[in-house]
């Protein structure tokens, strides 16, 4: 098992999702769209047959009949599975951007008939799920009682996969490199912190170096993360060597290891904000440039109109993450 960014557990097969949970399923779509966006989701025949329950080779004849009719091969062919081309990149971009946008029209169609209410489907890492999205969606909520939303917390790899492929309106993410498909809506650099409870010997320390941090007992987070990554480069670009005590893939449990093993963890500020004082806990800025890489973003399908509640929610989102 791996970690999500600040601790989110993500394991290799893809989880359902809300929303477009299986886009390829939409009936909007040419058998062999679907079964094409459903192979490329997959990552291979045998995995979409198994979706779809379709047999593999009704697939398979069904992906040929595309790629003759486009005239280029969709698929690179490997022995662990199907890969798409540059070809088939580019069509299943536009046919995702496409089935969003036919989902929203229909949505819109059945609200003028009152039978349903705006949704708004976020994907986002565990730090943000904890204070700042059930904050920024109860407030938006007060003023906008007719639209609703579905949150799906995952790693941040995954969230920004779920705009790409349609299943989210919105990502709510760290990022450390640019994503194709995918436009930055709002973008600020979020340095990584020190956490420690008050009485730790850094905590009255204006900002701190991870070489400051050897001393100290060490709690963080598995492989697989944003910071972990930041983390392990600047150790090895530094010659430091930390022997963690506590390693796991849930964040709550590092900061209450923090708090009562005067022990140190990783973290951006901004998932931690509204807890530190509550919870007797101080973070202090890293110093190191290296840790400084990190980027928090929404983002959303690239080429894609958003509808007005989801442009409105940016807007509230942004004024949250802004806020003192």
């Known amino acids: 098992m791996t970690a999500g960014d600040d601790g989110t557990a993500a394991t290799g097969r893809r989880r359902p999702r809300p929303g477009?949970?299986?886009p390829p399923?939409?009936?909007?779509?040419?058998?062999?769209l679907r079964y094409f966006l459903a192979v490329s989701q997959a990552g291979?025949?045998?995995?979409?047959?198994?979706?779809?329950h379709v047999a593999g080779s009704a697939i398979s004849r069904q992906i040929a009949r595309l790629e003759q009719e486009i005239g280029v091969p969709l698929?690179?062919?490997r022995p662990r599975g199907m890969v798409l081309s540059d070809a088939g990149v580019r069509l299943a971009a536009f046919v995702r951007r496409n089935l969003v946008d036919v989902?929203?029209?229909?949505?819109?169609?059945?609200?003028?008939?009152?039978?349903?209410r705006s949704r708004i489907r976020l994907a986002s890492s565990e730090g943000f799920a904890w204070d700042l999205?059930?904050?920024?969606?109860?407030?938006?909520?007060r003023e906008r009682p007719d639209v609703g939303f579905n949150l799906h917390v995952t790693s941040s790899a995954e969230a920004t996969e779920c705009v790409r492929d349609g299943s989210a309106d919105l990502a709510v993410t760290f990022s450390l490199t640019p994503a194709r498909d995918v436009r930055v809506e709002y973008?600020?650099?979020?340095?990584?912190?020190?956490?420690v409870n008050a009485a730790h010997p850094i905590a009255q320390q204006p900002t701190v170096s991870l070489a400051e941090l050897l001393p100290y007992p060490l709690a963080i987070v598995d492989e697989g993360t944003t910071v972990r990554q930041l983390f392990d480069v600047c150790c090895s670009a530094e010659q430091l060597s930390f022997e963690p005590v506590f390693e796991t893939d849930y964040s709550g449990s590092l900061y209450t290891f923090a708090k009562l093993a005067d022990a140190v963890t990783l973290t951006g500020h901004l998932p931690v904000r509204r807890r530190l004082a509550a919870d007797g806990l101080v973070a202090v800025p890293v110093t190191d440039r290296g840790m400084h890489r990190r980027y928090l973003q929404i983002?959303?399908?690239a080429g894609r109109t958003l509808p007005d509640a989801v442009q409105d929610f940016v807007a509230h989102l942004v004024d949250r993450v802004r806020a003192p």
Request: avoid cysteine; charged fraction near 20%; proline fraction near 3%.
């Open 20 to 22: 477009l949970a299986n």
């Open 103 to 116: 989902e929203q029209v229909v949505g819109e169609i059945r609200r003028l008939r009152g039978a349903h």
């Open 299 to 301: 983002q959303s399908m």
């Open 44 to 52: 291979s025949i045998t995995e979409a047959s198994e979706q779809l």
């Open 25 to 32: 399923s939409a009936p909007f779509l040419d058998t062999g």
């Open 75 to 77: 698929f690179e062919r």
């Open 133 to 141: 999205l059930p904050e920024a969606i109860a407030s938006f909520h």
């Open 187 to 195: 973008s600020q650099r979020e340095y990584v912190h020190a956490v």
